[in-house]
């Protein structure tokens, strides 16, 4: 039930793109995407419902392909500020009540000068 | 506006002992959600309560582990005999309203260290 994140980790040089991908074996209601540097708590990224909404910051996009029950987080140019391990969270049609979301185990992003 | 707010940041407790983690979500936020997160893991849910109500603990384990949300005053979760395992970081979370399409503020989370 546990959604699956790849890569793992990625490291990038300032100004190059990733992807982030967060795949699950169940349909999905809603994806939610969260960042969390080292000893901090996670930072709300973004919000991707079933239907094609979008709720987050204007800097970073995301998709969400229902039929393949996966959704990706882009990130375009990045800023050493990227850096952080991202998480996606995610609600199943039969996955409890609303807002009961169900974390990857992560994707460590590492932006070097 | 304060932030989600969690005391203490670090709790230290011999096995056997009681740890009591306190969480005062956001001003205005009223649903608060509790996480456990293991190093190098994701967050995992533990449970959803409202004020006064548990609307969902199906990631409580069955023992040893409690939450409340009272009228006045912050959500407790409680770990009765804690064990090495428990040891982790246990990260609050709130929001406005009710449901999906409202982001969850976390708090800055309590580490906690069984001996």
């Known amino acids: 039930q546990q959604p699956v994140q790849s890569p793992q980790a990625v490291i990038l040089r300032e100004g190059e793109d990733a992807v982030i991908n967060c795949s699950s074996s169940k349909a999905l209601y809603s994806v939610h995407w969260y960042r969390q540097k080292h000893g901090e708590a996670p930072v709300f990224l973004m919000i991707?419902?079933?239907?094609?909404e979008q709720k987050g910051h204007e800097k970073i996009s995301a998709s969400f392909n229902e039929k393949k029950q996966q959704s990706s987080l882009y990130l375009t140019a990045s800023q050493l500020s990227y850096s952080g391990t991202y998480f996606c969270?995610?609600?199943?049609?039969?996955?409890?009540?609303?807002?009961?979301?169900?974390f990857g185990k992560g994707t460590k992003l590492s932006v070097k000068p | 506006n304060a932030g989600v707010m969690q005391n203490p940041r670090h709790l230290v407790r011999r096995r056997g002992q009681e740890a009591r983690l306190r969480c005062s979500p956001m001003?205005?936020?009223?649903?608060v959600y509790w996480y456990r997160q293991l190093p190098e893991e994701g967050l995992k849910f533990m449970v959803y309560l409202q004020k006064e109500n548990i609307i969902d603990e199906s990631g409580m384990p069955k023992e040893r582990f409690s939450a409340e949300f009272p009228k006045e005053g912050p959500s407790i979760l409680r770990i009765q005999q804690v064990v090495r395992g428990d040891s982790a970081a246990y990260f609050c979370?709130?929001?406005?309203?009710?449901?999906?399409?409202?982001?969850?503020?976390f708090g800055p989370g309590t580490r906690l260290t069984v001996l």
């Open positions: 979370a709130s929001s406005q309203l009710a449901g999906t399409y409202n982001e969850q503020f």
């Open positions: 001003k205005g936020h009223s649903h």
């Open positions: 969270g995610t609600e199943n049609f039969d996955g409890g009540s609303q807002g009961n979301l169900i």
């Open positions: 991707l419902l079933k239907g094609g």
